[in-house]
């Protein structure tokens, strides 16, 4: 029998600052927009993956948010040197806390000052 009901369940924070994130909502002003997403105010942007079988495609979201939609500048980025890239994954979009058995993966990516050139 499993023990009663235990709350492991903890906050999603942004990995780059530490921050609550707030829950990912419908990202509109963009035709490459399938996920929900999201911006933190540390200037990192992310994208949910809610069955952990898109991940390619909300991470490619989330570099296309950094751009404004711009695809093309979205693909010249290279990790690294222009963004960085940090996960959150075990997150349940449904309660918006990070639960062990949940399935959800946040692509988060954070533009690198300066990378805009
Ligand atoms: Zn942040």
């Not at 929900?36 to 490619?60: E, M, S």
């Not at 959150?88 to 993966?105: K, L």
């Amino acid at each position: 029998m499993p023990k009663l009901f235990q709350d492991r369940t903890q906050a999603a924070l942004c990995p780059f600052c530490g921050v609550k994130i707030l829950r990912p909502v419908e990202v509109e002003g963009g035709q490459w927009y399938d996920f929900a997403g999201g911006f933190c105010d540390c200037g990192a942007v992310f994208a949910l993956d809610p069955t952990a079988r898109n991940g390619g495609a909300a991470f490619l979201q989330a570099l296309v948010m950094i751009t404004d939609g711009d695809m093309d500048r979205a693909m010249g980025l290279s990790e690294g040197e222009d963004y960085d890239v940090g996960y959150v994954s075990h997150y349940d979009v449904e309660q918006h806390h990070v639960d062990p058995h949940a399935f959800g993966t946040l692509y988060f990516i954070r533009p690198r000052t300066g990378a805009d050139g």
